[in-house]
């Protein structure tokens, strides 16, 4: 739960900062509409940021992150580089979407849940192995580091078989926060362009089941083609 809390509200404050620099947005209307978003969603942001993701990939991304006093909100300089304002306003309405509604607690509660389930199977099945192999395989109990590897197993395999379950969690936020992105910032068509570029290293248009199993976002088509507050995108050729 402690690792959760670190990687989802703290490192993104305290850790990425040593990775790349952060300086403000110059003043402009880019700066002022973002800005404006965050005021009418209740966000308390008195700044947008940017810092060079670029160093390290072509990716574009954005994230408004930390708690209370440590609130943050950035884009990376390729969002700001290759992406129309109308996109960058689609993808900070998307982001401040994640801030707005919670996700962030949301996803500690959840995925805090599906750790502790994990514990509880590993340590019912371990016990289950060892009062049938343990003579066998020299594993006397759960405090034998002989058993380890079994552990490890157990661990491995209960997240393998969960893998459909957390995606699910993680799409389904995606989604509401796409919903959200697009209402606040009525860029529909903006909107649609990010999830064409964001296909350059997701996959267009997975299958029904390689979605539900493999995916943690909606499919850019699926998304682009959906008439948002009554307006269909026009930027996706059909």
Do not use: C
């Not at 209740?42 to 947008?48: E, L």
Request: negative net charge.
């Amino acid at each position: 739960m402690v690792l959760l809390v670190f990687v989802i509200l703290i490192a993104p404050i305290y850790i990425d900062p040593l990775f790349n620099t952060y300086r403000s947005l110059p003043e402009g209307p880019l700066r002022d509409r973002i800005l404006s978003i965050a005021h009418a969603t209740g966000v308390p942001a008195d700044d947008v940021v940017w810092f060079d993701a670029s160093r390290q990939t072509k990716r574009i991304s954005a994230n408004v992150a930390g708690f209370g006093g440590t609130m943050r909100v950035a884009l990376n300089d390729n969002l700001l580089r290759r992406s129309p304002p109308e996109g960058i306003e689609a993808v900070m309405g998307h982001e401040l979407g994640h801030y707005t509604l919670n996700h962030m607690y949301e996803l500690i509660l959840e995925f805090g849940a599906v750790l502790l389930l994990g514990f509880y199977f590993a340590a019912w099945a371990f016990d289950r192995a060892v009062k049938r192999w343990g003579d066998k395989w020299g594993v006397r109990g759960i405090e034998d580091p002989a058993g380890l590897p079994l552990l490890v197993a157990l661990v491995s395999i209960y997240f393998f078989f969960l893998t459909p379950v957390t995606n699910s969690i993680i799409r389904a936020n995606e989604i509401e926060a796409d919903r959200y992105g697009i209402a606040t910032s009525n860029q529909p068509d903006g909107f649609a362009t990010i999830a064409m570029q964001l296909s350059e290293y997701r996959k267009i248009s997975p299958g029904y089941w390689e979605e539900i199993l493999l995916s943690t976002t909606p499919p850019a088509t699926t998304a682009s083609a959906q008439p948002w507050n009554g307006k269909p995108s026009t930027a996706v050729v059909r």
